[in-house]
């Protein structure tokens, strides 16, 4: 129940085009829901976050879309570029008893 | 911008053999954890530490694993005896605030047993 899914493992994109990654969740006491971003042989850095009570996020190129009774949420890249290429990872809280629940991470290639 | 910083970068050690990881969170922050990520999967969390003590732990952190606020700027992760599988990189993080749980993460220690 404390786990989080994502996929797909990795994903190619073209330059210009939209990088969709999606989690799933269980645990329904999970109220924040924050992406982070890693490029290798650095720490995840804190993208872009959410909580429950919108259904959508959007912070420049990168939006998170929620669905609470589906316990699904997703990060949209738009515009997708070969910078943006880095392991991604959701993760998933609960506010006042953290820590983060990461899902697996997904690889994305951004080609030119 | 402030980051948080860990030392060493790289940490080899023979398996059997103590380590210390140390890590200076950002300096207004009151919630510091320890995560770990073996090569090529999901971070993993390992422990949280607020007020001088420890408020959760997960599996991983059993009684080889301790953690310590010994001043008032640095936060340490002890391996009392290191073994093969402890081999991952060690993510230090803190947060200013728990209801906000944005964590900021240091580049990491890699430590590899041998």
């Known amino acids: 129940q404390q786990q989080v899914k994502q996929s797909p493992q990795s994903l190619i994109v073209q330059k210009g085009g939209i990088s969709i990654i999606n989690c799933a969740y269980e645990?329904?006491?999970?109220?924040?829901f924050p992406w982070y971003q890693q490029f290798p042989g650095k720490g995840p850095a804190l993208l872009i976050a959410?909580?429950?009570?919108?259904s959508e996020k959007k912070e420049g190129r990168f939006t998170i879309s929620f669905n609470k009774s589906a316990k699904q949420f997703s990060l949209h890249i738009m515009d997708s570029q070969p910078g943006d290429s880095a392991t991604y990872f959701c993760?998933?809280?609960?506010?006042?008893?953290?820590?983060?629940?990461f899902g697996k991470g997904t690889r994305l290639s951004v080609i030119a | 911008e402030p980051e948080v910083t860990q030392t060493p970068s790289h940490q080899v050690t023979q398996m059997g053999q103590e380590v210390i990881l140390r890590c200076v969170p950002i300096?207004?922050?009151?919630?510091f954890y320890w995560y770990r990520q073996i090569l090529g999967q999901k971070v993993e969390f390992l422990v949280s530490?607020?007020?001088?003590?420890?408020?959760?732990k997960s599996e991983i952190f059993d009684d080889q694993f301790s953690v310590e606020r010994p001043d008032g700027s640095n936060f340490t992760l002890k391996i009392r005896s290191t073994k093969l599988e402890d081999s991952a990189m060690y993510f230090c993080?803190?947060?200013?605030?728990?209801?906000?749980?944005?964590?900021?993460f240091g580049q990491g220690t890699r430590l590899t047993v041998v």
């Open positions: 993080a803190s947060s200013a605030d728990s209801a906000v749980s944005a964590a900021f």
């Open positions: 645990n329904t006491a999970f109220d924040y």
């Open positions: 959410i909580r429950p009570d919108v």
């Open positions: 993760a998933a809280s609960i506010i006042r008893n953290t820590p983060l629940v």
């Open positions: 300096s207004n922050h009151l919630y």
């Open positions: 530490f607020y007020n001088n003590e420890i408020s959760e």
